[in-house]
Structure formats: structure tokens, C-alpha cells
């Protein structure tokens, strides 16, 4: 009816898999929000779903199909229903992703998440299913990156920041290399102004995003040096293009600020700016409190990033370092690049010069080949570790990888059971161990708001990443229950348990600290 008001198009992105993935179905919630639709989380009520998928294991492939499965008759239902399909397994299964749902409307990979709207548009005006799948992200268009979206729906103080995209190693079980690319890093003077932007708008905790955060920066100098036209696009040089191929680049005064100031200004005349350097930079951005990061690969564990950690009040104490298996023969066949003394001695040297360091990893159970001693010594590296947490996996193959062409020395499934209960124990001991020292310290947290499982409690995480619920009625003189999400607190731990704690409110704002090296850092150097 002419004037009638027509309520707004409604949507719903789910995310099946990895942070990463959850950093850009955010990116796709904004960028449908400013298309003018509104989010809803009754899928039966929404006019557009978004599925952005994970292909790391084999289990998101039959989670996908089966939502896929389901829908279809929701959008029988609910008649212009859109369904649009991104992430791994859309830029894996491509074509045969329609050859088996053709319901589905959009398709489009890894590197064209922000076309989301234009395919859903374009689907709908042509009444067609479309098809949109890059091979790598655009150089010269910054909208692959764009982040101006990236603060959390679930955690308004927080946002995850890309730094990069893509890998150059090569694991044996791992899919990234093949469906995200090669590794891309955003320039550092973008990433530096984003944080500002966001701090500006009230983010106080980032996490940098990447797949293997510690290369940061190693394909700038690259294409720096061959003078690709995105990146000298990308980084504002585009008028001066003669610099490009002058190696004094990083003199130029009017190119400081694009390319970053501290690996230039700092006498270092590094040709490019290290994961530490970037570290330094957003921890300085006034405003931001925290800052995490995930995931440093432990062959590129440098003494620059122990120090820059240790040295940047902002920078967490908390150190994600996949281990994925402590017998020397299953990571060499895993081409990992390390063995497990030289893991050890680099989560040595890490612990050395950070103090009250937290330290999490990713395991995998059952590689191929794997034999009760190979399992054997990854529970002795595991113990020797002392995780504070782990994130276990049991192996699965992946086609397109080179460990799902290793059937003949797949693991039997039982033998795989029981070693991941026995890892689990040894993990859990040795997180209980460590939660337990910290009853009766204080700790800083910052709320994420009322306790799922209690709602008289507030939940917060210190800043070494562990998950606190605490009792907002606190102690005389302490400030009740106005603490609200965002607000620091401190709490007192009273108990802990493998995968939190349990404290008591005892103070409002923690004072701020001054951060300096406890002890010069070295890590032995090996031949590579
Ligand atoms: S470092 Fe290995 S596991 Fe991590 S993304 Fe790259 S190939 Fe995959």
C-alpha cells in the first residue's frame, strides 16, 4: 500500500570455524546492516542467511550440507529467502558447492567477503544463483581489508584486526596455503590508523589476526622490491612510483607514516617491519588496553617479539603457540620446521622474558603414522610444557592436503580415542596446576557481563586470557554491582578449575603499570 512502512530485511550470519572466520562474518554482518537490512537470530524469520564456512575439518563440510539441507525447506517456507555460501569451503568446493545445494544463491571465496551484497544483489535482480570466487585478494582494492567493521557484536570494547591473510608454510594436514593463499600482509601505516580509528570509538582490547602472525610484513619488502603496482597502490606511493625501486626508501620522510614510522624511526633501517615493530605500534595507541594476537608460528618466534611483548604494557600475557605433536619424526612428517627441543627452547625463552606468561597450544591426535611412542613423547613435551590450556584435535583429513593422501597409516579410530582422553588429562593437570597458583592474587579483568550459567555472577577475562567469574558484591569499599561490560575490575581469585577461575570483586579501575624486560632475551640461534 503506497506509504505503507515496510519493515526492514532481516539476516543472520552463522560461522562455522576459526577466529578468522568469525572476524569476517562480522564484516559481512556490517556490511549488511549498511545495506539496510537488520539482524535477527531466528533463522526462520530472516530473509538473507550467510553460511561462512571452514574447511579445516572434515566435520565442517557435513555440518555445512546439513544446514544447507535444512534451509532448503525454510526457504520453502519463506518464499525471496536468500542463502549465500563464503569462506574455505565455498573457494574449495566452488561449483560442486551448487551442484549440491543448487538452492543456494551466492557463492564467494575467501577474498571477496566484501561483495557479499553486490552477488546477493546481483542474484536477485537476475534470478540466478551467482558465483564469485577470487584466486588471491585484490592489491589495489583496500575494501578486501576492510575493517572499518571489525569491533565484535558479542564484545562492544573488542575488535579483531587482519594484519594478514593467507600462509607461506606448508603443513602437511593444514587446507589455509590452498584456499587462502599465499601469505598478504596489510600495510603497517593502514593497520596503525585502523587501531587509532578504533580506539577512537571506544575499543579498549584488539586481537591481531593472522595466520602466522610472527612473517608479518615479509611479502611488503617483496613487493616493495618489485614494485608491484597494488601494493605501491595500497600504501599511498602511487605518485611516486621512482621510489619503489630505490632501496633508501625507507629515508623518505614523506613515506614514513604510510609504510610505519618505528622500524624507520628507531635507527633500525630495517628493510621491512616486523610483527614486533607492529606490536609496539598499536600497544602505543592511546586508548587501547589490550592486545592479543593469534598465532605466532614457533619456527618464526623471534627474540623481537618476546621483547616488544614484554615491553608493551598494552601486549598480553598470553602466548598461543601451536605444538601440534612432540615427537620429532610426526613433526618433520607434519613439515612443521621445528623438532620438539627447539620448541622448547623457544617457549623457554618466551617465559624468560615475559612475566606470568600464559601459554595455550593446538595439538593434534592420531597424525598418520603416528605410534604409541611418537604419542608418547608428544605427552611428555605437553607435560614438560605445563599449558595453561590446550585446544585438542583428532586428525582429519583434508583433501587437497598431502597427509589425506596417507591413508595407509591412518590411525584406527579407538587408538586415536584413547590417546586424546590420556592428553587430556595431562593437559587439564597441568592447566589446574596453574590456575591454582593464582588463588588469593588480584587480577585485572575486563567484563563481559553477567555469568551464562549464574547470572548473580559477573564473567571477565584477566589479562592473560583466562575466563573469571566473579561476585559483583565484593568486599566493603569496593564498587558493588555497577560494574558493567567494559569496565576493568579487579577481582580476587578465590578457587580455579582446568578452564576458569572464580574470584570476588575487590576493586574498580587496577592502576596502571610500567612494563620493562625482566631479563635479556636469547633465543639459540639454528642453522634453518
Ligand atoms: S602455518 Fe601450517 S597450520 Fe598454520 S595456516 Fe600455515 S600451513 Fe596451516
Not at 520453502?76 to 543448487?102: F, N, S, T, Y
Not at 585484490?138 to 578486501?144: K, M, N, P, Q, T
Not at 611483548?309 to 620446521?337: F, I, K, N
Amino acid at each position: 500500500m503506497p506509504g505503507e512502512a515496510t519493515s526492514p530485511r532481516k539476516f543472520v550470519v552463522r560461522t562455522f570455524g576459526c577466529q578468522m572466520n568469525e572476524h569476517d562474518s562480522e564484516r559481512i554482518a556490517s556490511l549488511l546492516v549498511a545495506d539496510g537490512l537488520e539482524r535477527t537470530t531466528d533463522v526462520s524469520e530472516a530473509d538473507v542467511v550467510v553460511l561462512n564456512t571452514c574447511c579445516i575439518r572434515q566435520n565442517a563440510d557435513d555440518k555445512l550440507y546439513g544446514t544447507l539441507g535444512h534451509l532448503k525447506s525454510l526457504q520453502a517456507e519463506h518464499p525471496g529467502m536468500q542463502i549465500a555460501v563464503g569462506g574455505c569451503l565455498a573457494q574449495k568446493d566452488r561449483d560442486l558447492l551448487l551442484e549440491r545445494a543448487p538452492h543456494v544463491n551466492a557463492v564467494f571465496g575467501t577474498h571477496n567477503v566484501g561483495r557479499v551484497t553486490a552477488l546477493l544483489g546481483q542474484a536477485r535482480e537476475s534470478g540466478e544463483s551467482v558465483i564469485e570466487i577470487l584466486e588471491a585478494p585484490r592489491l589495489d582494492d583496500g575494501s578486501e581489508f576492510a575493517t572499518a567493521m571489525a569491533v565484535r557484536s558479542d564484545l562492544p570494547y573488542a575488535a579483531w584486526v587482519t594484519i594478514q591473510m593467507g600462509c607461506d608454510n606448508s603443513c602437511a594436514f593444514c587446507i589455509v596455503p590452498s584456499v587462502r593463499g599465499p601469505e598478504v600482509s596489510r600495510p603497517f601505516g593502514d593497520l596503525v590508523r585502523e587501531v587509532e580509528q578504533l580506539a577512537a570509538a571506544g575499543t579498549v582490547e584488539i586481537t591481531l589476526l593472522g595466520q602466522n602472525v610472527n612473517s608479518y610484513g615479509r611479502d611488503l619488502t617483496t613487493r616493495l622490491r618489485v614494485g608491484a603496482p597494488g601494493l605501491v597502490h595500497q600504501t599511498g606511493l602511487v605518485h611516486q612510483t621512482g621510489l619503489v625501486h630505490q632501496t633508501g626508501l625507507v629515508h623518505q620522510t614523506g613515506l614514513v607514516h604510510q609504510t610505519g614510522q618505528r622500524w624507520v624511526d628507531e635507527g633500525a633501517r630495517r628493510p621491512r617491519p616486523l610483527f614486533a615493530d607492529l606490536l609496539r605500534a598499536v600497544g602505543s595507541v592511546e586508548g587501547i588496553r589490550r592486545v592479543r594476537f593469534i598465532s605466532p608460528h614457533p619456527k618464526d618466534l623471534r627474540p623481537e617479539t618476546i621483547a616488544a611483548m614484554a615491553e608493551t604494557e598494552a601486549v598480553c600475557e598470553q602466548l598461543h603457540l601451536p605444538l601440534q605433536a612432540g615427537s620429532d619424526r610426526v613433526l618433520a612428517a607434519m613439515r612443521r620446521g621445528y623438532t620438539a627441543e627447539r620448541y622448547l627452547e623457544r617457549l623457554a625463552a618466551a617465559r624468560a622474558g615475559i612475566e606470568d606468561l600464559a601459554v595455550s597450544t593446538d595439538i593434534i591426535v592420531g597424525f598418520p603414522g603416528e605410534t604409541d611412542s611418537d604419542f608418547q613423547a608428544t605427552l611428555e613435551v605437553v607435560a614438560e610444557a605445563e599449558y595453561d590450556s590446550a585446544f585438542t584435535f583428532i586428525f582429519s583429513p583434508r583433501p587437497g592436503t598431502r597427509a589425506a593422501e596417507m591413508a595407509e597409516d591412518f590411525v584406527p579410530s579407538e587408538v586415536i580415542a584413547e590417546r586424546f582422553e590420556q592428553l587430556r588429562i595431562v593437559v587439564e593437570r597441568s592447566a589446574l596446576a596453574r590456575h591454582r597458583a593464582r588463588i588469593g592474587r588480584v587480577e585485572e579483568a575486563l567484563v563481559e557481563g553477567p555469568s551464562k550459567k549464574d547470572p548473580s555472577m559477573l564473567t571477565g577475562r584477566t589479562r592473560q586470557g583466562k575466563l573469571v567469574h566473579f561476585s559483583p558484591s565484593g568486599e566493603p569499599g569496593a564498587p558493588a554491582a555497577s560494574s558493567a561490560v567494559g569496565d576493568m575490575v579487579q577481582v580476587r581469585i578465590d578457587s580455579a578449575a582446568p578452564h576458569h577461575l572464580r574470584g570476588t570483586l575487590v576493586g574498580g579501575e587496577p592502576p596502571r603499570r610500567h612494563r620493562a624486560p625482566r631479563v635479556p632475551i636469547r633465543i639459540p640461534v639454528h642453522a634453518s
